[in-house]
């Protein structure tokens, strides 16, 4: 074989890293993104259950297995494209990392492919980061495409956490990849990994995988199909950015036509394929809530540790309806970008929708498993069982207790378990995350296990069946496809809880190792937030002759313009103020607040719009655009930084900087 250039397997990582995977031993390029069968599983059922799969797979199966518990979906292949209609380079992968400072080999620097060592498969097993290697040291090596990998450095700055990339350790990446096609979505998984090659695997064994692989994947030869072959259909105006798994935002000159977002056009986050349940499904599915904390205490009335409530059971209780703003941590990410890259989906303002939900008070959701259990305890005894069975009707019918009663529980639980700090969530997907128990049993705190969504059943796409809501907080703790509650003393496990997803590093870090993720918070309650959605002309100074449309003005000029859009802060903190400037902040108007500004106090979960007539702007150096700025107050007088500088951290979240618009003054964009 000839020499290859570092530069042919930078090709070969585009087409499908190295393409050898590509068509499972066919170097079919591209052909993988287009047409491959990926390995997934039926229902909301995982991999622990894919006998195929672990019996065949020996290399890392438990790992590869443990990664992909995820359900059956589909969306439209669609790619994502910016607006200059080139693919977009950014990073939309949970894949990469210390992207600000991505590694890469020199033009000029070749690696001969020849020189390469042939490393066994049974090598690359003893090096899975648990056992020392060859070298004494416990290394962390994996292989794709048929090239060895050391990733033992890269392990801590995972953005998806160091428990996701740890379940490939010792073994292939190509089933975990299969799931996770972000990592297809940008060139920066494969810069990163130019640095990480240490040797070919030989040929067998990836001939070994290909064939498996080909197999497990191909329904023909009884594999299980694509996991995202039933995903729900997506409407044609949402912006895609990636669509296996589905990450679309708002369009932001629909963002706020409408103060509650359509359900169709609601922004879309997944870290995996959407769950599908058949009706058979529907009908056995239960909601654990696990209330073992309780029943550590011997003078709790709880034995059991775990109920198991029926969606009839949940929607029997008194039905509330908050209307909340979600936005996903990662929404204005691009801002960042512009200054240094950092890794994640590129977020225009679109991430970011509000819904009216429907559902029952979770603090009744855990009343009544209690209430469950306590019954089940005292199954033998009719009086117990007539007496709870009494309680349940008289109070579906009266609604919640009262205001008073419920403050003295909440106080009694909290001094008699002081132990009780977090409600932990767990979704059908696998995903895991949490909130603070104060937030959680909070009688103000709104917080609801919907089942609706805009008056309708919540769509497959938004949580169905059921859906934690918590007001206040970062979209990512309102878990979708809820399937299990429990009382904890520790936040929950986990990537999205106590690994880098959610954590928002210092702007000095690139290296998630320079810090102790573990006394880090993830995000939670949120800052202030705005947009400007809409720009529109008031008033041009035009020469005799000229035509509005065709004039090109003087930079520095001053036009008159107006301006429209939304404000939003976290912990029901009300909307107080937005200033817009249309010279860099020189000077600032006050904006006229509209719908939402009469959200009650300390409980403004929703949006608030805003109008902006009469705004001063400078005509900029182009002659024919202004630039437009807002900053949002909310009613602790929290205010929006100007710069994101200072903000920019290496997940890229919680961009909360001024926000600024373009505006072409002729019309043409």
């Given at each position: ?202 040929e067998d064994d990836q001939d070994a995988i290909d064939t498996l692989m080909d197999k497990i994947t191909n329904p023909a030869s009884g594999g299980s199909g694509d996991p995202y072959e039933h995903e729900p259909l997506r409407h044609p105006s949402l912006k895609v950015h990636s669509d296996t798994p589905m ?233 979708k496809w809820l399937s299990k509650l429990e009382l904890a003393e520790e936040e929950a496990e986990g990537a999205w809880q106590r690994g880098l997803n959610y954590k928002v590093l210092p702007p000095a870090v690139v290296d998630a190792k320079q810090v102790n993720l573990d006394v880090m918070p993830g995000l ?108 949002g107050v909310d009613s602790s007088f929290n205010t929006q930084p100007e710069s994101s500088d200072g903000l920019w951290n290496v997940r890229g979240l919680a961009n909360n900087s001024w926000f600024k618009v373009t505006h072409r003054l002729n019309g043409d964009e």
């Open positions: 074989m000839l020499a290859q250039t570092v530069n042919f397997h930078s090709r070969r990582f585009a087409n499908g890293l190295a393409t050898r995977v590509v068509g499972f031993g066919k170097r079919q390029g591209l052909h993988y993104l287009a047409s491959v069968s990926t390995v997934g599983s039926r229902g909301f059922g995982n991999y622990h259950n894919n006998q195929e799969f672990n019996s065949h797979y020996t290399w890392g199966a438990a790992a590869a297995a443990a990664s992909i518990a995820a359900a059956s979906g589909i969306a439209s292949s669609q790619s994502v494209f910016d607006s200059d209609n080139q693919l977009n380079s950014v990073c939309q992968c949970d894949a990469g990392l210390t992207p600000s400072s991505v590694p890469t080999l020199d033009e000029d620097e070749e690696i001969d492919d020849d020189k390469l060592p042939i490393i066994r498969m049974s090598e690359v097993e003893r090096n899975n980061g648990q056992q020392e290697g060859n070298d004494g040291e416990k290394s962390t090596w994996m292989s794709y495409g048929g090239y060895v990998y050391d990733v033992t450095d890269f392990i801590a700055n995972h953005p998806g956490g160091s428990e996701k990339i740890m379940l490939a350790a010792g073994g292939p990446i190509e089933p975990h990849w299969h799931l996770y096609r972000q990592h297809f979505a940008s060139d920066l998984p494969q810069r990163l990994m130019e640095k990480m090659v240490i040797g070919k695997l030989h990450n679309a935002e708002v369009p932001s000159h629909i963002l706020n036509q409408e103060y509650i977002t359509p359900v169709e056009l609601f922004y879309i986050r997944h870290h995996h394929p959407v769950p599908l349940l058949s009706d058979e499904d529907v009908e056995k599915f239960r909601l654990e809530v696990d209330l073992s904390l309780l029943s550590n205490d011997q003078s709790s009335p709880v034995k059991d540790s775990t109920a198991r409530l029926t969606l009839d059971q949940i929607k029997s209780l008194p039905k509330v309806e908050v209307t909340t703003t979600l936005q996903c941590s990662g929404n204005r990410r691009s801002g960042f970008n512009d200054l240094r890259r950092t890794s994640g989906t590129p977020w225009g303002q679109g991430a970011i929708s509000t819904a009216k939900w429907g559902g029952a008070r979770l603090v009744d959701v855990l009343a009544l498993a209690a209430e469950e259990l306590s019954a089940e305890e005292g199954s033998g005894d009719k009086k117990t069982k007539k007496a709870t069975k009494k309680k349940k009707k008289a109070s579906k019918g009266k609604g919640s207790e009262p205001l008073i009663q419920t403050l003295q529980q909440l106080q009694t639980l909290l001094q008699d378990h002081p132990k009780f700090q977090h409600l932990r969530f767990e979704s059908l997907d696998g995903m895991m995350a949490s909130i603070d128990v104060v937030k959680a049993l909070n009688p103000f705190g709104d917080v609801i296990i919907a089942y609706e969504m805009n008056g309708v059943d919540l769509p497959r796409d938004h949580g169905f069946p059921l859906r934690v809501i918590v007001p206040g907080y970062a979209a990512v703790r309102n878990v939670g309650e949120v800052s202030v937030f705005s947009g400007i959605t809409d720009v529109t002309n008031v008033r041009l100074s035009l020469e005799k002759g000229e035509v509005e449309d065709k004039v090109r003005l003087k930079p520095g000029q001053t036009v008159m313009v107006k301006a429209s859009g939304w404000a939003w802060a976290g912990g029901g903190r009300n909307i107080v103020r937005v200033d817009v400037s249309g010279n860099n902040g020189e000077t600032w108007e006050t904006a006229t607040m509209t719908k939402g500004s009469e959200q009650p106090h300390g409980r403004a979960w929703a949006w608030t719009f805003w109008e902006c007539d009469g705004i001063p702007a400078r005509v900029c150096d182009d002659g024919c655009s202004v630039e437009l700025c807002c900053k």
